[in-house]
């Protein structure tokens, strides 16, 4: 088995970094199994110092693009029935001010989302 390129090696040590700083390892595990992780002479030797910190990566993301996602898709329902709203305002209204708060409505929920997609 071929020896883990020193770019693979670098990674490993900083999914642990990431994890140290999260809180997932304590100094002394992390100081160990980052010179582990770099003297790991074969791929088996280098993934078992990432046991356990790179599925809790793994869900992390997942729950983060699933929130993102859940995001978008509200936004764009809302955007439709706003954009529905405002159009059907318009020709009952003949075009009055009260109208613009459909606009305002939109650019309110729509910065809400970009703020907590950014979280």
Known sequence: ??????????????VLKRAYAEGRLDHDEFEARAHRALAARSAVELQLQLRGLLAD?????ARRAARIAGVAFSW??????LAV???????????????????????????????AARR
């Open 1 to 14: 088995m071929a020896a883990p390129a020193d770019s693979q090696r670098e990674r490993a040590v900083t």
């Open 57 to 61: 990566d793994v869900r992390r993301r």
């Open 76 to 81: 764009a329902i809302f955007s439709v029935f």
């Open 85 to 115: 709203s405002f159009v059907v305002a318009l020709v009952a209204t003949h075009a009055s001010a009260w109208t613009l708060a459909f606009p305002l409505a939109w650019l309110v929920v729509t910065a809400l989302a970009v703020r």
